[in-house]
């Protein structure tokens, strides 16, 4: 047995099973991310397996090292305020340069979405966005704000979304290579 530090899932035990065939990856009761591999592995191989890994293991495993947890929180907060400082000002010059009113504006942290408009006409917008490349972020400004006048994701929303963001198609995609989650 080995470990190491991971910068995503703190401290990472490495498990080396005579009998193991393939990798597998668990949380043991402690909390700790455990990767079981083949005797022999070496924890190069394994941290390069964690690295393959890494966007599926944060999706699907419930991670609990404490200094993980804390590490995320600390991260949340300064996202937030860089959210604070940042997203008011560009949504509003965004809604005043194409005329949208909007009736105020909710940053959120939510792990599924980067945006939303609620029926009352709150925004809600994620901070995680200030992790994102800016003509990502206004892509997703100027979509919540096409909502404003279309309640859905039809052919004139996103006529509209496209007069103020040529690129959204491009966007759109490339905003999938980001999650929301923090
Ligand atoms: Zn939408």
């Given at each position: ?63 609990k090292d ?9 991260q ?23 005329g ?14 980067w945006g ?20 990502l972020?206004d ?19 996103w ?24």
């Amino acid at each position: 047995m080995s470990s190491f530090i991971d910068k995503d899932f703190g401290e990472v035990v490495v498990r080396r099973n005579a009998w193991s065939t393939q990798v597998k990856v668990s949380v043991a009761t402690s909390g700790k991310l455990t990767i079981s591999v083949p005797t022999g592995t070496s924890d190069f191989l394994a941290k390069r397996f964690l690295n393959n890994m890494r966007e599926d293991i944060k999706k699907k495993l419930p991670i609990k090292d404490p200094s993980t947890q804390r590490a995320r929180d600390a991260q949340k907060k300064i996202l937030m305020k860089k959210a604070r400082e940042y997203l008011p000002y560009r949504l509003d010059f965004w809604a005043t340069k194409y005329g949208y009113q909007y009736s105020s504006l909710r940053l959120s942290h939510a792990n599924t979405r980067w945006g939303s408009r609620s029926s009352s006409g709150t925004i809600s917008l994620n901070i995680g966005l200030m992790n994102v490349p800016e003509p990502l972020r206004d892509y997703v400004i100027l979509h919540e704000l096409a909502h404003i006048n279309h309640m859905d994701h039809s052919s004139e929303f996103w006529a509209e979304v496209g007069q103020h963001d040529p690129n959204y198609k491009r966007h759109r995609e490339q905003l999938k290579h980001f999650s929301p989650g923090v």
